[in-house]
């Protein structure tokens, strides 16, 4: 992993949880998730292509991999390729 991807990484997890903030919870402390759209079953996407969630949101009962990534994303109506370009949007966006 390049310096570039794991300060990347460090930004994500800094930012909070992509579900609590569209749910009103506000900033809570996150891990990084990386999505799992376009890569087969036991692969890791890339390092870049990651966002934000709590631990219950990631890995509990009523997170993505608690649920499954379909029912996740019909739980929250949201995409996990949607929080990762919400996620690069808020941690890049202003810079130009």
């Given amino acids: 992993m390049s310096s570039a991807a794991k300060r990347h990484m ?3 997890a800094a930012d909070g949880c992509a ?5 009103g919870y506000g900033h809570t402390p996150a891990e990084v ?3 799992r759209d376009g890569v087969g079953a036991g692969q890791r996407n ?4 990651v966002t934000g969630l709590c631990p219950e949101h990631h890995r509990g009962a009523n997170g993505v991999h608690g649920l ?3 029912a996740f994303e ?3 109506g949201v995409t996990e390729l949607e ?3 919400e996620t690069l ?3 890049y966006g202003a810079q130009q």
Avoid at 19 to 23: A, N
């Fill in 10 to 12: 460090g930004r994500v």
């Fill in 19 to 23: 579900i609590c903030r569209r749910i």
């Fill in 33 to 35: 998730h990386h999505a």
């Fill in 46 to 49: 890339s390092d870049w292509i």
């Fill in 68 to 70: 499954g990534v379909r």
């Fill in 74 to 76: 019909r739980t929250y």
């Fill in 83 to 85: 929080l990762v370009a």
């Fill in 89 to 91: 949007e808020r941690l």
